[in-house]
């Protein structure tokens, strides 16, 4: 099998006539396309050549954002004192565009800072200049809401201010002053992280807790907003492998017990781009055959269920909402995004 092949298939496959990426095709609780997960895969497509798929799917995010231009304007007019996330904008929306009637929580702003962040790197400039009054209008959302304690990247612990949300939205500030060409006070939040997001000269994960967390590694990879060989990230990374880290598989934080907490297909291809960048080839070697011993049939799994961390959740959760989702097209995407890196494609 062609794994790389195989997981373009997989993505293309399940992304909608009007741009959006569906996060899991056949699991209960997945039937949307979230932004976050959405502008890695449409990164990772266009960087493995496949422009027209993230093309599809910016424009679509675009027209979300158009659509979402009067709740906007309304946030940004009211006093910061009277938001909370439950004002935030969506974190996924139906493959069509309109919004979800689940009871998931919602209100996380990382995505929209992904968003931009892919834009920036990845969109022809025609659909940058099309676009340029919502990206200024998204950038400032994001100044805005970014000290508003929201829902994490794995939509959990409401009331915190976290590390990799905060990566998100300042990746995509970066991206926006690159194409405004004004500033948008990226340095700013991160100046917050060094102050406020640091313990034993490594990142934490949240201002509520001091644990590490495997999305730690996207202030390095993908979005660079750390150098790989800085003794912030090193010694983060450090910790990750520590705590996190075990056979070829990472988990997203030590207690966590979604589905027992397996370990995470697209953290584990993050570790090992980061090794691929710091010249640790041979452990980068050793995720990529731990990665592709889990594909089959269906594709790559959100999730291994191998050392867990409580395992009497698992049975839990698979009662609740049925098997481990696979395929997870985010996993497949990073996946993606570890074979370039390890061709040496920029
Ligand atoms: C994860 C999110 C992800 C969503 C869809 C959730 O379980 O916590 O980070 O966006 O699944 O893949």
Redesign the pocket.
């Known amino acids: 099998m062609d794994f790389s092949e195989y997981s373009i298939q997989i993505i293309h496959t399940n992304q909608s006539p009007q741009g959006a990426y569906i996060?899991?095709p056949n699991f209960s609780?997945?039937g949307?396309c979230?932004f976050?997960?959405g502008s890695f895969i449409a990164a990772a497509m266009a960087r493995a050549g496949n422009m027209e798929s993230a093309e599809k799917f910016f424009r679509w995010g675009f027209q979300i954002i158009a659509g979402q231009k009067s709740r906007i304007e309304k946030l940004l007019a009211t006093s910061n004192d009277f938001i909370t996330h439950n004002d935030l904008l969506p974190?996924?929306y139906n493959l069509d565009g309109t919004l979800t009637s689940d009871d998931w929580p919602n209100g996380q702003s990382d995505?929209y800072g992904t968003f931009l962040w892919a834009v920036e790197k990845y969109a022809p400039q025609d659909l940058i200049d099309e676009n340029r009054g919502l990206i200024e209008l998204l950038s400032k959302y994001l100044i805005k809401v970014w000290r508003i304690p929201c829902y994490d990247?794995?939509?959990?612990n409401p009331g915190g201010i976290h590390t990799s949300t905060l990566f998100s939205i300042a990746a995509g500030l970066r991206a926006a002053e690159k194409i405004l060409h004004r500033e948008t006070g990226w340095i700013e939040i991160m100046s917050f992280i060094e102050k406020e997001l640091m313990e034993c000269n490594r990142l934490k994960k949240s201002t509520l807790s001091s644990d590490v967390d495997a999305s730690l590694i996207w202030g390095a990879v993908p979005f660079e907003l750390f150098p790989i060989d800085n003794p912030v990230m090193v010694n983060t990374v450090k910790s990750i492998e520590n705590r996190l880290y075990v056979n070829g598989g990472v988990k997203?934080y030590s207690t966590d017990t979604?589905f027992g907490g397996g370990s995470w297909i697209l953290l584990s291809a993050t570790l090992a781009q980061y090794y691929v960048r710091s010249g640790e080839l041979e452990k980068a070697k050793i995720i990529k055959k731990w990665i592709e011993s889990h594909f089959n049939d269906k594709g790559l799994p959100?999730q291994v269920p191998e050392y867990l961390i409580d395992s009497a959740k698992y049975p839990e959760w698979v009662e609740l909402w049925g098997e481990i989702?696979r395929p997870?097209?985010?996993s497949h995407a990073n996946y993606l995004e570890l074979l370039l890196d390890l061709e040496g494609k920029v």
Not at 153 to 156: A, N
């Open positions: 996060a899991s609780q997945y949307y979230w976050r997960d974190t996924r995505g990247v794995w939509e959990e997203r979604y959100e989702a997870l097209l985010w």
